[in-house]
């Protein structure tokens, strides 16, 4: 029988997948740019909020992936600490591109993905200084990718596809690399912090051992 860590990893790996590609790299530039058309660096209003409900989307998609694979470990909420995610993932993205413009959107929205997951899945790992640690720089490392991998190619090869075919093309080459980098450094990481209900009933049987034997 597959164990239920080997279970909850998998289901990382797949969940990321489908959130970074799917919401993001698919969903992102429909809602973004399919109903609103192309842009300069100053958006309509228009634009302005059907970027936002995408974030929103993909923010919300994200959130409740990785509670229903944390049910797994633990007694988690659907929608559990979804709001930080909902604030800070679209304000984030715009504060980078309003600031420094393209790429700082897209390196601290997944920065800020990073920073909330380290704190709120902290108590849920073995070592959770090094947990903190481990998410900014695994996040910081997706976000590089994706920039560097998919900005890289958009100048390349995608510059002069016309309307949302090359907003499709830009954001799959962003997303990808990205979930890639999140779904499997992760999956290593949490094949080894993730506190799982047997790691629970290992250490309640350990500490009545102990109990017993300092009574005997």
């Not at 481990?134 to 991998?149: D, E, K, M, R, S």
């Amino acid at each position: 029988m597959e164990s239920t860590k080997n279970i909850f990893l998998k289901k990382w790996v797949r969940g990321n997948l489908a959130v970074y590609i799917g919401a993001l790299g698919i969903l992102h530039p429909l809602i973004a740019h399919g109903f609103t058309g192309d842009h300069d660096k100053l958006l309509t209003t228009c634009q302005f909020v059907m970027h936002t409900v995408s974030l929103f989307v993909f923010a919300f998609f994200l959130v409740t992936t990785q509670n229903k694979t944390f049910q797994i470990a633990v007694n988690r909420k659907t929608l559990a600490g979804i709001w930080p995610y909902l604030f800070f993932t679209p304000w984030m993205f715009w504060l980078g591109y309003y600031t420094l413009y393209i790429p700082f959107d897209i390196l601290f929205m997944v920065l800020s993905i990073g920073i909330i997951n380290a704190i709120q899945l902290k108590p849920l790992v073995k070592l959770p200084t090094k947990w903190v640690r481990q998410c900014i720089l695994g996040y910081l490392l997706a976000a590089v990718a994706g920039i560097v991998i998919g900005l890289g190619a958009h100048l390349l090869f995608f510059r002069n596809l016309q309307g949302i075919t090359r907003d499709f093309a830009t954001w799959l080459s962003i997303s990808i690399p990205a979930s890639l980098v999140i779904a499997y450094r992760f999956k290593y990481i949490l094949k080894t912090q993730i506190i799982m209900p047997e790691d629970r009933e290992a250490e309640i049987i350990s500490e009545q051992k102990n109990q017993l034997s300092k009574v005997a």
